[in-house]
């Protein structure tokens, strides 16, 4: 099992979809979760930490599940400019052994 | 903007030459990071300096080499490259290597080409 597990996409919605991206992750003991948000030829961006209470940043909603070892992203009324590869990077203790997942690819369509 | 600023944004560098990487960060994080990154795929880390010093070596090939000027520097001199060192390469910073919650900041990249 990889360290990390995102499902690659692509995902094709229409404008105002809601969407959801799934992210596992094998080590039990990771301390600290991020939805990073990468578009075509530029940098990671952070797009939210992830909580274990969960939490909104506007549209977007973060879920951290312990027990199942998944966190999720949730976009709400999506827009042309959600479309990105949306990376799901989880921190086992220490930031010098970041995961990356492989990133889910997301195009907002009219 | 990025906090995290990167130079030159693109790079072309024959097989021969030799090149160097900056980046700068005025956040006072005291953990600077390279990575490496191929289309379509995630980042993959390099080198990581904690307090000005390198505490993480990837097993990268010595014809990159890292150097940490000072806490806000971060540079990579590039000597005798090969045509698959091609890539995105990224700089980032965060707060420390062991502080909780302490999400990375990337640059802006530099994208290299050898020729």
């Known amino acids: 099992r990889k360290e990390v597990e995102q499902d690659p996409g692509p995902f094709n919605v229409p404008e105002g979809a809601t969407v959801a991206f799934n992210c596992t992750y094998s080590n039990s003991a990771s301390q600290s979760f991020f939805w990073y948000r990468q578009d075509c030829r530029k940098e990671p961006k952070l797009l939210m930490s992830v909580y274990s209470s969960g939490n909104e940043d506007g549209r977007f909603t973060a879920q951290l599940n312990r027990a199942s070892q998944y966190i999720s992203l949730l976009i709400r009324d999506s827009k042309l400019s959600d479309s990105a590869t949306y990376l799901c990077?989880?921190?086992?203790?220490?930031?010098?052994?970041?995961?990356f997942g492989t990133g889910t690819r997301l195009q907002v369509t009219l | 903007d990025t906090e995290v600023t990167q130079t030159p944004k693109h790079l072309v560098m024959g097989m021969t030459n030799k090149k160097s990487l900056k980046c700068e960060q005025h956040m006072g994080h005291r953990a600077m990071y390279w990575y490496k990154q191929k289309a379509k795929k995630p980042p993959e880390l390099m080198f990581v300096?904690?307090?000005?010093?390198?505490?993480i070596n990837e097993s990268v090939p010595s014809r990159f080499s890292p150097e940490c000027p000072n806490s806000s520097l971060l540079n990579l001199h590039l000597h005798a490259l090969q045509p698959e060192d091609s890539a995105l390469y990224l700089c980032a910073s965060s707060q420390g290597v062991r502080t909780q919650n302490s999400p990375l900041h990337f640059g802006n990249g530099t994208r290299l080409t050898v020729t």
């Open positions: 990077v989880v921190n086992p203790g220490t930031a010098s052994k970041l995961t």
């Open positions: 300096y904690s307090y000005e010093k390198l505490s």
